[in-house]
């Protein structure tokens, strides 16, 4: 009977690196297949431009995923700042479940809060402003209005913009803010968070209101390696693909 509840975040998966698209395949194909359910929390693609790209590799991890769902493992996605545009279209392609950008899910009755992990990231303000303007349905609209191949010059413009802007900032700006941490927690009445996007991965004991709680930052994926989170019906662990 499956059991294990999977956590997984910041794959980035592109053309220009088979190898994590390679692993995440065979992550679906078995250790996935295992679970009850698998949570992916944003960026499984570094760049999306559309439910109607199905540019290599975006057709066999769709495959995949819908191999996976139909095997019986129940597979959520959250969006991340790399693929916000991710629609219904892929969903109904895959058979996948769409969250918002906060999830509470109870693990063992207790309610655990899921996000990607950017809107923790409020020091940060000139993300934050891009990232309120770019999920409006007119901004999203005016984007997709546009022919594939015009989609997919700016993504790899796009791509290069952020790598040199990621270079130019301080890094602390990039990781969460405490402060919007414990009021997140609190609003959403939640002692468990999970999340990824800061490429930063570790477990933080935090303290809310007297009470103890715990940041769970999952870790991006590599050429060389992968990692999920297991919930076990006990414990969180980690396991390396």
């Known amino acids: 009977m499956k059991q294990d509840i999977l956590f997984i975040s910041d794959l980035h998966l592109s053309l220009e690196k088979p190898e994590i698209t390679r692993r995440f395949v065979d992550f679906l194909q078995q250790r996935a297949r295992q679970a009850e359910a698998l949570y992916i929390l944003g960026d499984l693609f570094d760049a999306w431009i559309g439910d109607d790209d199905n540019t ?10 819908k191999q996976l769902s139909a095997s019986g493992t129940k597979v959520f996605l959250l969006q991340g700042n790399r693929d916000f545009l991710l629609g219904q279209r892929f969903c109904d392609e895959t058979g996948i479940i769409l969250l918002d950008e906060f999830a509470v899910i109870e ?3 207790q309610p655990t809060l899921l996000t990607h992990g950017d809107l923790l990231c409020s020091d940060d303000l000139a993300y934050q402003a891009f990232r309120l303007k770019s999920r409006s349905p007119e901004w999203q609209q005016n984007v997709l209005s546009k022919p594939l191949w015009l989609r997919l010059l700016a993504a790899r413009w796009y791509r290069l913009r952020s ?17 919007t941490v ?6 959403f009445e939640c002692r468990t968070l999970i999340h990824g ?5 570790a477990t933080h004991i935090v303290s809310i209101d007297g009470h103890a709680g715990q940041r769970i930052v999952l870790a991006d994926w ?9 919930w076990d019906g006990a414990v969180f662990l980690r396991e390396s693909l």
């Open 107 to 109: 693990l063992s009755g």
């Open 56 to 65: 290599p590799p975006n057709k066999s991890v769709k495959n995949a995923l």
């Open 182 to 187: 414990l009021e997140t927690l609190r609003k």
């Open 163 to 179: 790598y040199f802007h990621k270079r130019k900032k301080n890094q602390d700006i990039m990781d969460v803010n405490q402060k």
């Open 222 to 230: 590599k050429k060389h390696s992968g990692e999920c989170l297991c």
């Open 197 to 201: 996007h800061t490429h930063r991965p």
